[in-house]
DNA sequence: GCTACTACTTAGCACCGCCGTT
DNA sequence: AACGGCGGTGCTAAGTAGTAGC
């Protein structure tokens, strides 16, 4: 892909630009770049700023920027946004209406189709599965009799976005209560802890630990070559709880310098085994993972009002160290091990309730009609609550997601009242009024987070309400300098042109507040939340995210697809608006190490595609030389020189004499094997003599520009065919590397997943007959089930 | 009003298994 | 048959936001 499409007007582009291009490291610090009076014009000017009516641009976030192709980012305005899709308020009351569907499943795993409750289920209809699961490649065999079986195991799917409003009463009840009847299995305790009884050292002598400081110790020493064990505070934590442990046995060494401490043997213990997994043979692994699944199958499902929902996390969070993420103060701290007696369970009064582990009890069994959740526990590190949830393939997530993105669709219609009144209230005599009304142009333009106040305990992170002193910079006449660590201690980096108000806000705030302290010192997420639910019932901060994600999406999706593309010119679209989407949030990752190694390597294989296709060519004109002339057979590879060609052509001639010598080598021995007499070395010799053949056919050819022998078969018709095939080849491979390169700092997941409306995939996919395996693995079409029917027509 | 608690979504990392390559 | 790279998945940390309790 030749990015030559620098058509646009400066006046068009997206008003600012990312200005770095390295990714941050959590914990890495965040450097001061400038004073306010100083600005670093080496990070201004990358910004172009044109004041036209594209700043009132109602639609695109400012923070569209793109990197590398600010130009993609650039949209035309249309007003027209606003007329579309009536949006049908009507919120479907769920009812229990089931439809029957036959599992698209290919895996095998399809149950019965009789829906029952786990009390009554077991091991009859548990253990069915699980036989099946270790004969997959028996059941390739017998394709036909497993398409029978699986009309047999036509499952019952819940399609809860079909279920009409007028349906059963039972779940008429408040909105607030999820469930009539809930029934499950409990949760699935890690294993205890079998000692491996490796000695680790200490002043340089093995030493024996009690089995739970060995336990601890291992934690560490896993962890030994990686960024972890090298973090002081992660040490730090860690060290201070271990010896907490190793004071519970008095039969421990006396252990108080870390320094002194050697994990190595157990690190390298670990590799060991690790080598020998690897060693393991199919069956063996195989009936491990056999085991694994036996153990779980009773957990995998849950039963809400009878119907049977697959379940998230059953297991509970194994001890281990806590790794927080960025500059974590409890980084390293020890997590302990969960006892039943920590775990409340959520189910029906009615349900059987699961036996805790012999000798144990729960803490608690409730019905909490309101929650969606089945277990709980309160995790000893930061004292948060963790839960066991339905898996995102369930009714009630699919339920919330598709609330979420009806409420960001709503956004549409308000939106535009919405910033005509913060646009008023920039200029609120009122400070908290004004604070507000910045925040929320920042909130609604970046797509920031909202930015909850976290405690000293946290990593320090900010989202716009949090925002402080040192995180902005300013630079006349209005341009920001954002750099703060935002969720996962990720680096946000970004320059934008604002309007000329909020420029003028932020120095004001900022001068009011000072160094090191919050700039809107007069603003909560909870008081900016309030308001926003005055805007519009139900608005928070974090629905302009979803909003802004999908609306970016919907639109360069758009503009980018054209209905004659190749299905890999729309999938390269698909992936840039997504991918417009993922920079909009943030969504960063490290480019891979091999990165620059996989796209050489791309482009050789381009290249070899090339070379093979120019040698098509030539045949061709062999054939028929009135093509010479032809556009565009006649036209050369740009990136293909004669030396390249020289080059190429003796690694495919050393090549193909290593291909001769290793046929040969397994000929014999496959005689030999059979006991039978090798060939004479004289056939080997006959093999590298057409080789040679070929080297000096090539030479040949390569001297004689573009005249070539006619080998074989060849006729213009199949000719043209494997030329036009080539052609395919080299245009998608081309684009897989555009993509590739384009994607390398960026991560298309978390916008996809959570972000972007599915919805606009599939009407895309419909509309331009794209298959949606190609945008959506199977997961996420799981996820997403309920958005899969849409109208083509459909839009955002 | 404030903090603490609770419930749920969003997020990156690490590992695993598959698939194409050698 | 071994290898190595990559996408998918599991895991759990880290957010948001509403509510409960003072």
Redesign the pocket.
């Known amino acids: 892909m030749s990015d030559s499409e620098d058509d646009l007007p400066l006046a068009q582009r997206a008003v600012q630009i990312k200005t770095t291009a390295s990714p941050v490291?959590?914990g890495s610090p965040v450097p001061l770049r400038m004073s306010e009076d100083t600005p670093d014009p080496s990070q201004a000017h990358t910004s172009v700023y044109i004041k036209t009516e594209e700043d009132s641009d109602d639609d695109m976030p400012l923070a569209m920027r793109s990197n590398n192709n600010a130009k993609r980012s650039a949209t035309i305005k249309s007003e027209s946004d606003e007329e579309d899709i009536p949006l049908s308020k009507k919120r479907k009351k769920l009812s229990l209406k089931k439809t029957k569907v036959k599992r698209e499943d290919e895996s095998g795993l399809a149950t019965s189709k009789r829906s029952r409750a786990p009390s009554s289920s077991s091991d009859e209809e548990d253990a069915k599965p699980l036989s099946k699961r270790g004969k997959i490649k028996k059941e390739e065999k017998t394709k036909k009799t497993s398409k029978v079986k699986k009309e047999e195991n036509e499952e019952e799917i819940y399609k809860w976005w079909e279920a009409s409003s007028s349906g059963d009463k039972q779940q008429e009840q408040d909105e607030t209560t999820?469930w009539m009847t809930l029934q499950h299995n409990g949760v699935l305790f890690p294993p205890d802890y079998e000692p491996h009884g490796v000695k680790m050292k200490y002043d340089g002598k093995p030493i024996t630990l009690s089995p739970e400081a060995e336990e601890v110790a291992s934690f560490f020493a896993?962890?030994l070559e990686?960024?972890?064990a090298k973090n002081p505070t992660f040490q730090k934590n860690f060290f201070r709880d271990w010896k907490d442990v190793l004071k519970k046995d008095p039969r421990n060494p006396k252990i108080t310098s870390f320094e002194k401490c050697d994990f190595r043997p157990i690190w390298e213990k670990f590799e060991k085994d690790?080598e020998k997994?690897?060693q393991m043979t199919k069956e063996e692994?195989l009936r491990i993972?056999e085991e694994r699944t036996k153990i779980e199958e009773p957990f995998i499902h849950a039963y809400v009002d009878g119907r049977k929902e697959k379940v998230?996390?059953?297991?509970?969070?194994?001890p281990?160290l806590?790794?927080?993420?960025?500059d974590?103060p409890?980084?390293g701290t020890l997590?302990q091990r969960v006892a039943p007696e920590q775990v409340t369970l959520?189910l029906s009064k009615d349900a059987k309730i699961p036996k805790p582990p012999k000798g144990h009890k729960w803490a608690d069994v409730v019905n909490?009609q309101?929650?969606?959740?089945l277990a709980?526990w309160?995790?000893n590190?930061?004292?948060?609550?963790?839960?066991v949830?339905l898996?995102?393939s369930s009714a009630?997530?699919g339920q919330?997601?598709m609330q979420?993105f009806d409420k960001a669709r709503d956004l549409k219609k308000y939106v535009k009242q919405i910033r005509k009144d913060y646009t008023k209230e920039l200029y609120d005599k009122e400070m908290a009024k004004r604070q507000r009304a910045t925040a929320m142009y920042l909130i609604d333009r970046l797509a920031?987070?909202?930015?909850?106040?976290?405690?000293d305990d946290?990593?320090d992170?900010v989202?716009?309400?949090?925002l402080r002193y040192e995180h902005i910079q300013l630079e006349p006449p209005h341009t920001l300098h954002f750099d703060f660590?935002?969720?996962?201690?990720?680096r946000y980096q970004n320059s934008v042109q604002v309007e000329t108000q909020v420029y003028k806000n932020i120095k004001l705030f900022k001068k009011q507040v000072g160094p090191g302290s919050m700039i809107f010192d007069r603003l909560?997420?909870?008081?900016?939340?309030?308001h926003?639910?005055s805007c519009m019932p139900?608005?928070?901060?974090?629905?302009?995210?979803?909003y802004n994600a999908s609306h970016t999406f919907q639109q360069q999706l758009d503009k980018l697809t054209h209905k004659d593309d190749s299905l890999p010119d729309k999938m390269l679209s698909f992936n840039r608006a997504n991918r417009d989407v993922a920079v909009l949030?943030?969504?960063?990752?490290?480019a891979?190490k091999?990165?620059g190694?996989?796209m050489e390597?791309l482009q050789d294989?381009t290249r070899a595609l090339k070379y093979q296709r120019m040698k098509l060519r030539h045949t061709l004109f062999a054939l028929e030389p009135s093509y010479k002339k032809k556009s565009p057979y006649n036209e050369l590879e740009s990136d293909m020189d004669d030396e390249w060609i020289a080059n190429h052509e003796t690694e495919l001639i050393v090549k193909e004499r290593e291909k001769a010598r290793i046929k040969f080598e397994k000929q014999n021995e496959k005689l030999k094997s059979e006991g039978e007499r090798p060939l004479p070395e004289s056939h080997l010799k006959e093999s590298l003599k057409l080789v040679d053949e070929m080297e000096a056919r090539l030479i040949k050819e390569r001297k004689k520009k573009g005249v070539i022998e006619i080998k074989g078969k060849a006729t213009t018709e199949r000719v043209l065919n494997n030329i036009e095939k080539m052609d395919q080849r080299i245009a998608a491979m081309k684009i897989q590397a555009t993509d590739?390169e384009e994607n390398k700092e960026i991560?298309l997941?978390?916008?996809k997943?959570?972000?972007i409306d599915p919805r606009i995939s599939f009407a895309w996919c419909q509309k331009y007959d794209v298959p949606v395996q190609k945008v959506f693995?199977?997961?996420?079409l799981e996820k997403f089930r309920w958005a899969q029917e849409v109208n083509a027509k459909w839009t955002f």
């Open positions: 490291h959590r999820k896993a962890l990686s960024d972890h690790k997994k690897k692994k993972k998230g996390n059953f297991r509970i969070e194994p281990g806590f790794r927080g993420r960025g974590h409890k980084t997590k959520n909490d309101t929650a969606t959740w709980t309160k995790e590190v930061n004292g948060t609550i963790k839960y949830f898996a995102q009630w997530k919330s997601d979420k920031l987070r909202a930015g909850n106040e976290k405690g946290e990593a992170t989202g716009c309400c949090s660590l935002g969720k996962d201690s990720i909560t997420t909870t008081g900016l939340n309030k926003l639910n139900g608005l928070s901060a974090k629905v302009f995210r979803t949030c943030n969504h960063q990752r490290s891979s091999s990165h190694q996989m390597r294989r590739k991560a997941g978390t916008s997943m959570n972000y693995n199977k997961t996420l």
